[in-house]
Nanobody
């Protein structure tokens, strides 16, 4: 059973940066595809970024491409999301996800971390 714990959310002004982290425990992390999703108030959860188990292949939602970078450290069982040039529309709860493919979620979710971007 994979357990995922996110951290790093907070309040930031538009144009600022945040770095989210997700630590995995409970099973091997190194052979699991990982992703970030987010859910804004009143909206459905949406895909943000995905990284293959090897770390070689990544893909992003068009809305964050060029501003967000997903990365992983398999030795530390850690997934990260560097978010730059944040916009108010990036405000959402961000969730770590494991076991999916491309932009489709897998079965494992973290509890989420709140990101709020003020204008």
């Amino acid at each position: 059973q994979v357990q995922l714990v996110e951290s790093g959310g907070g309040l930031v002004q538009a144009g600022g940066s945040l770095r989210l982290s997700c630590v995995s425990s409970g099973r091997s992390f190194s052979n699991v595809n990982m992703a970030w999703f987010r859910q804004a108030p009143g909206k459905e959860r949406e895909f943000v970024a995905h990284i293959k188990w090897s770390g070689v292949y990544t893909n992003y939602a068009d809305s964050v491409k060029g501003r967000f970078t997903i990365s992983r450290d398999n030795a530390k069982n850690t997934l990260s999301l560097q978010m730059n040039n944040l916009k108010p529309e990036d405000t959402a709860i961000y969730y770590c996800n494991a076991g999916g493919g491309s932009s489709d979620p897998g079965p494992y979710w973290g509890q989420g971390t709140q990101v709020t971007v003020s204008s």
